[in-house]
């Protein structure tokens, strides 16, 4: 897999923190977003700023083990989940964490988001685990993923949000959004009092598109 510029980098977490705020995903200066364009380079979003407002001048550069290579702004508190995730899936390219209300909801509650009700959901994320709490920004936080992400496409983190990763930003961006959908529809249901799921043969049919719809 390639990497994108620096400068399509830059542009897709802009335009993607853009979006992350117009649809309600993060509020106030929630969230951070990063692109890998190198073996050992990423661009990240600054701490302390609202994703609707940020300006290119406002991100870092890093490598992967968090040194700033470029830039004047503080990069976010939440890097080391990213560094994380780029380390234990070399093929990924993009990183989006939010704090989306509904899933945000789940993960408070320490309820996954693994039940097969929405057929975008099945064949986009599967099952969304929940990572037990950890403080923001710490090492914990980063080391709480491992035993999570390899059989995952989103997690929950308990008491906090949510993050998902992708090939690109878009599908990175796609994930975030179809995750909120998904928690969105459960909440729904549960007020319908309906426990209703698609059958195990449904789901495996769904789960055979992946590669169609360049899913890894």
């Known amino acids: 897999m390639t990497y994108l510029s620096d400068r399509d980098a830059k542009q897709a977490i802009l335009s993607a923190g853009v979006q992350l705020w117009q649809r309600g995903l993060v509020a106030a200066n929630d969230g951070n977003l990063s692109v890998r364009v ?20 406002m991100l870092t550069k890093v490598d992967l083990d968090g040194n700033v290579i470029f830039g004047r702004w503080k990069p976010s508190s939440e890097t080391k989940l990213h560094l994380r995730l780029y380390r234990e899936d070399p093929a990924t390219r993009a990183v989006v964490h939010a704090h989306p209300p509904a899933a945000t909801a789940f993960a408070a509650a320490g309820i996954p988001l693994d039940r097969p009700v929405l057929q975008e959901a099945v064949v986009q994320l599967g099952a969304v685990p929940v990572v037990p709490f950890a403080l923001p920004g710490s090492a914990e936080v980063a080391d709480g993923i491992v035993p999570y992400c390899h059989d995952s496409r989103a997690l929950l983190l308990e008491f906090h949000g949510a993050v998902t990763w992708g090939d690109d930003m878009k599908q990175a961006l796609h994930r975030m959004e179809c995750l909120e959908q998904l928690a969105t529809v459960t909440l729904h249901l549960k007020t319908l009092g309906c426990d209703r799921v698609m059958p195990e043969h449904l789901v495996r049919e769904l789960e055979g598109l992946r590669p169609a719809w360049g899913i890894r």
């Open 38 to 57: 190198g073996e050992d380079a990423l661009w990240v979003t600054p701490t302390g700023v609202s994703k609707g407002a940020m300006r290119e001048e």
